[in-house]
């Protein structure tokens, strides 16, 4: 079952930004609905059965970022505070699939190169740390960390695109790598294709359930 949000659960919130002429820096808050469902017990019973029901839980968001530009180079920091984060997994004392609701700190760093747009890397560091240390979620560590990298260029004129994307969560040792191919013969016709591959050594860390789930994606887009 589905939990659709109301007229009463609006999203609203707060920006300021401030700009040098290399600098920018920005504060955020406000009130927000989580980007992932989460799934909870209604309490009802359907041919033996638990009904659980889909919905996007609000919760509330503080957070800075700023950036520096020097020549080919971006910096970027990121951080933000948010409360009653809704959060989903297997509770460790009764393996029952289940939400809960915690304050989480979670920042970034990280620095863009532009080689004359010849070719584009982009490093960033991540860490969610949770600040409810009796968080009982499997999938819940008191921090989590992760890298991510994206290298693209292009070639043939710029007609023909090449990405590959690493994100390993250092927490739980999970690798997905993925590259990317985008070629435009012209301004009507894009074909694209990638390929997926993930390495997992935990079968309950957030990517282990998607082990032996590679994937080759092509398609092709005509545009009138």
Not at 1 to 8: N, Q, R, S, T
Not at 194 to 205: G, T, V
Request: net charge negative; hydrophobic share 40%; with cysteine.
């Amino acid at each position: 079952m589905w939990e659709k949000p109301e007229a009463g659960d609006l999203e609203y919130g707060l920006r300021l930004d401030a700009r040098l002429p290399k600098t920018e820096g920005s504060l955020m808050a406000g009130r927000f609905l989580a980007n992932s469902p989460v799934y909870h017990p209604r309490g009802d019973i359907l041919s033996g059965m638990p009904v659980l029901a889909k919905q996007y839980v609000a919760y509330d968001m503080v957070g800075l970022a700023a950036t520096h530009a020097s020549e080919s180079l971006l910096l970027k920091l990121e951080a933000a505070f948010k409360h009653r984060l809704p959060l989903q997994g297997w509770r460790e004392d009764s393996l029952v699939y289940a939400c809960e609701k915690t304050d989480v700190v979670d920042a970034a760093a990280g620095v863009e190169y532009n080689a004359n747009n010849r070719y584009q890397i982009a490093v960033e560091v991540s860490n969610r740390h949770h600040i409810d240390a009796e968080n009982a979620l499997q999938l819940a560590e008191r921090n989590q960390t992760a890298l991510h990298l994206t290298v693209t260029r292009g070639f043939l004129n710029q007609t023909l695109d090449m990405a590959y994307v690493l994100y390993y969560q250092v927490t739980d040792r999970d690798i997905l790598h993925d590259i990317q191919l985008s070629y435009r013969p012209s301004d009507s016709l894009e074909i694209q294709m990638s390929f997926a591959y993930i390495d997992s050594s935990r079968r309950l860390s957030p990517l282990g359930r998607y082990r032996g789930e590679d994937r080759l994606t092509f398609e092709v887009r005509y545009f009138l």
